[in-house]
């Protein structure tokens, strides 16, 4: 999740969950619970007006970038990624 950057650190997609985010996230919390509630129904996240949400695999790199235009990306992390791997000399 990008919506709010920098503020999009890890977790703070909850209040917008819970719809208890200001009243100017609205619109995002109305997705975020649609998508956290289709993804408890079905165990796919997709929902009304995402992209297609594709499974996350190591060759495909897919990630749902969440913010005001959502998109599918590929391998967008990985510059991140690459200093994970044994041996990367820091």
Not at 11 to 35: K, Q, Y
Not at 60 to 80: N, P, Q, R, V
Not at 82 to 87: R, S
Request: glycine share 8%.
């Amino acid at each position: 999740m990008t919506y709010g950057a920098p503020g999009a650190t890890h977790g703070a997609e909850i209040p917008l969950v819970f719809r208890t985010s200001a009243p100017e996230n609205a619109e995002m919390s109305d997705i975020m619970s649609a998508i956290w509630a289709q993804f408890a129904r079905t165990g796919a996240p997709t929902v009304d007006g995402l992209p297609q949400w594709e499974p996350y695999t190591p060759a495909s790199g897919a990630a749902m970038i969440l913010d005001t235009e959502s998109h599918l990306a590929y391998h967008h992390d990985a510059a991140l990624l690459e200093l994970l791997k044994p041996g990367y000399i820091y």
